[in-house]
């Protein structure tokens, strides 16, 4: 998790500093992308998978950056709340969606 914890932080600072200079120049690029702690957590039903990712949807709303999930611009609560484009395909990963267990309509 860390190595793609580090992957990851790389190309977003890259991407934030290319694409939206003016924003980039007003944070301090030395703060990390990813919260430090992380523990492992097997997902081992849809319904778990369904918990944890209403549970990242309300981060932003526990932060008190927006008041509903849905209002976060960077997330996917839009799409699963009100069906609304994020601007990426929404779909499981490649093997679970023929998993019987997992693979219902998201």
Do not use: C
């Not at 601007?87 to 990963?93: E, V, Y």
């Not at 093997?95 to 219902?104: I, K, N, S, Y």
Request: positive net charge.
């Amino acid at each position: 998790m860390n190595k793609w914890k580090e992957l990851t932080s790389k190309t977003l600072k890259s991407v934030l500093r290319e694409r939206f200079a003016n924003y980039w120049s007003q944070i301090d690029s030395s703060e990390p992308i990813w919260q430090s702690r992380y523990y492992g957590f097997n997902i081992w039903s849809r319904s778990k998978v369904e918990e944890k990712r209403d549970d990242m949807h309300l981060n932003p709303v526990r932060a008190g950056l927006v008041q509903r999930a849905n209002h976060w611009p960077w997330s996917s609560a839009r799409w699963y709340l009100e069906r609304q484009s994020v601007g990426l395909p929404i779909r499981w990963p490649p093997g679970l969606e023929h998993d019987d267990q997992f693979a219902t309509d998201l």
